[in-house]
């Protein structure tokens, strides 16, 4: 089998989502010299079962050696390029508010694959300002920066407000991956790709299971907020 044909076996959403914690792991193993490690250490170390972590693996071809493991190196790769990080990813950012700028700023994206290659803003008063040395563009030149035919990754940083006229300014100009960070649904065409990241729903998430943690008690929880 082809390298090309191995990165385009059917691999399930479910699994899709679990390889980011498997590389993540892989990766605090490779800064420890580690070369080689078993399932249930790795399993252990992602938070999932060592059951779950061998068959979400066996969608990429590799089931390790017995008695050995899984190389580490080795492994590091074939979920790479089952999640398409051999190569950088074009990141376009819209909205230069504090998360715009913050996500800007982050040194991650560039050891994980993806390269911020244009940040964009229809405030006047920030055009022309730089975050890490990268200019802010109007909105008008999005058309410009996306090359017909060729991945890039879109990234809504912008107000409630504004999320769904940006994303139809994305789609328009051939963006077919968005990333949401506004705090709406938005709507996009079938073809493209669309993951949302709702912070507040994710506190909520965490006061629920904080709720459950101290039984529950309104009492408790008046306490705790110091009423």
Avoid at 197 to 219: C, M, N, P, W
Wanted: with cysteine.
């Amino acid at each position: 089998m082809s390298v090309d044909q191995a990165a385009k076996r059917e691999i399930p959403d479910a699994t899709v989502a679990r390889l980011p914690g498997y590389l993540r792991a892989l990766g605090q193993l490779t800064a420890q010299d580690v070369q080689s490690v078993s399932s249930e250490e790795l399993a252990h170390s992602a938070g999932v079962s060592s059951a779950k972590l061998r068959k979400d693996l066996s969608h990429l071809g590799s089931y390790g050696v017995r008695g050995v493991g899984y190389d580490v190196a080795h492994l590091t790769y074939q979920i790479s390029r089952a999640l398409g990080l051999t190569h950088d990813w074009p990141v376009i950012i819209v909205g230069m508010g504090n998360l715009g700028r913050a996500l800007a700023s982050y040194g991650g994206f560039a050891t994980k694959g993806f390269k911020v290659v244009a940040l964009l803003d229809r405030d006047e008063g920030i055009v022309g300002d730089s975050v890490d040395e990268l200019a802010i563009q109007p909105m008008e030149a999005l058309t410009s920066l996306v090359v017909p035919g060729e991945a890039c990754i879109g990234v809504i940083a912008t107000p409630a407000a504004s999320a769904q006229a940006v994303a139809d300014l994305l789609v328009a100009a051939g963006v077919s991956s968005i990333l949401n960070f506004a705090a709406m649904a938005i709507q996009v065409p079938e073809g493209v790709h669309m993951r949302k990241v709702d912070l507040s729903t994710e506190l909520q998430i965490l006061a629920f299971h904080e709720q459950q943690r101290v039984g529950g008690s309104d009492e408790l929880l008046d306490e705790a907020a110091g009423r």
